[in-house]
């Protein structure tokens, strides 16, 4: 019995490599990322405020930016990401400016074999450790590097997913209301 067409399966491949992408740019440019989302949710407030959101500038203000932050898909990376760097020890937290520094210093002369990015990481999480944690011994296998690097962008596309669908939840969810027939009789004792 095949509950998903091959074709659905190639699409679901795609996204999930697309995710991993976007984790990977996010986690890598966040400063960058942080500043164009800021930039382009002023640019979205300033332009086009409708009269209808209020006779208030500051509420207009206010409704366009909530209106932004809604359909902003950047918002959610971000959140993600802010999410998961506060769930990380304090070695991972050390990697993962390594791994932003070695991508910022990109052209590491590497062509071939491993990524120039996980030697230059290496280098630079031992150099960090030691200045933290006085640790002078504190090299990082290749392995260990290419999973560490997996499982933080794995838990950026995870926490995504579940920010995208409470946001997509919670503009489904309707008002409460008053349960009808025994329900009633019962919380309300009649």
């Not at 990977?24 to 640019?43: G, S």
């Not at 409704?63 to 898909?73: C, L, N, W």
């Amino acid at each position: 019995m095949d509950l998903m067409t091959d074709g659905e399966a190639l699409l679901l491949k795609r996204e999930e490599a697309a995710d991993r992408a976007k984790a990977e740019r996010y986690l890598l440019h966040y400063a960058e990322e942080v500043a164009r989302y800021q930039a382009e949710r002023a640019e979205y407030i300033a332009n086009g405020v409708p009269e209808t959101a209020g006779t208030r500038p500051t509420e207009r203000h206010a409704v366009r930016g909530m209106e932004y932050d809604r359909k902003s898909e950047a918002r959610r990376w971000l959140q993600a990401v802010e999410v998961c760097e506060r769930g990380l020890s304090g070695p991972k937290r050390i990697f993962l400016a390594a791994r932003r520094e070695a991508e910022a210093r990109r052209g590491t002369g590497f062509r071939q074999g491993r990524p120039g990015w996980v030697a230059l990481t290496q280098h630079l999480y031992t150099e960090h450790m030691e200045q933290e944690y006085l640790a002078p011994d504190a090299w990082l296998a290749d392995r260990t590097v290419k999973a560490w690097w997996r499982r933080i962008v794995d838990r950026v596309v995870e926490v995504e997913l579940r920010v995208k669908s409470r946001q997509n939840g919670a503009a489904a969810e309707r008002p409460w209301t008053a349960p009808q027939g025994d329900a009633a009789q019962e919380q309300g004792g009649a």
